[in-house]
């Protein structure tokens, strides 16, 4: 793959995450700065390392298995890792300044 190649792979699973909300609030769950981190490697992988808002989220099975699901979709990507960590713990300075005027903490 290209370098262009695999810029578009990246940003096409940014697109994918940035329609993936959580349920308990209606931010994208790129925006609300639960993902930390990804890597993705031209053999088709990419690992994912995202937090939730709360360790004891109830929504987390859900979450993550949404992402996993709709990376995956993304043409390029052929096998999906994500990783839940909580450290740094997650907080509100996280969030992009269209997360917080969208709920008006801003």
């Known amino acids: 793959m290209t370098p262009e190649e695999i810029l578009s792979v990246e940003k096409d699973?940014?697109?994918?995450?940035?329609?993936i909300y959580d349920p308990?609030?209606?931010v994208n769950i790129y925006d609300l700065?639960?993902?930390?981190d990804i890597d993705y490697n031209p053999s088709g992988e990419v690992t994912i390392q995202m937090?939730?808002?709360?360790?004891?989220?109830?929504?987390?099975?859900?979450?993550?298995?949404?992402?996993?699901v709709q990376v995956?979709?993304?043409k390029g990507v052929d096998k999906?890792?994500?990783i839940l960590v909580f450290e740094?713990?997650?907080d509100k300075s996280m969030m992009t300044e269209e997360a917080?005027?969208?709920?008006?903490?801003?």
Request: proline letters at 8%; aromatic letters at 6%.
């Open 88 to 90: 740094p713990a997650w």
């Open 72 to 74: 995956a979709k993304v």
């Open 51 to 68: 937090t939730l808002t709360a360790p004891n989220c109830p929504m987390a099975d859900i979450l993550v298995e949404d992402v996993n």
């Open 24 to 26: 308990e609030i209606p």
């Open 13 to 19: 699973i940014i697109l994918t995450l940035k329609n």
């Open 100 to 106: 917080l005027l969208e709920l008006n903490l801003f």
């Open 33 to 36: 700065g639960l993902i930390y």
């Open 80 to 82: 999906v890792n994500v």
